[in-house]
């Protein structure tokens, strides 16, 4: 089962990730949403539209801007919908 670990900690978890361009999207629901803090940040993908971000904070250490998702994907890209992903700091398992 695909998992997504940060400062040695296992952050996400499920079977049932969708990757995209080498990204594994787990779902938000499978995220630990103690690890999550909100960010301002958005960036603009040509085909999967507007991403949003989170940073992560887990035992007094920040990664800002780690994780990212697509409230509202383009129609192409309708599979990572309430789904986030992570930096490559954030090692992923599969």
């Not at 904070?57 to 309708?78: S, T």
């Amino acid at each position: 089962m695909p998992k997504a670990i940060w400062n040695d900690e296992v952050i996400a978890e499920s079977d049932d990730t969708v990757v995209l361009e080498g990204n594994h999207y787990f779902p938000l629901a499978s995220v630990r949403e103690d690890v999550l803090v909100p960010s301002d940040t958005h960036t603009v993908c040509p085909w999967k539209g507007r991403a949003s971000y989170y940073s992560l904070r887990a035992d007094g250490e920040v990664a800002p801007d780690a994780a990212w998702f697509f409230p509202d994907p383009k129609p192409d890209a309708a599979a990572v919908r309430d789904r986030v992903a992570f930096r490559r700091d954030v090692r992923v398992e599969a």
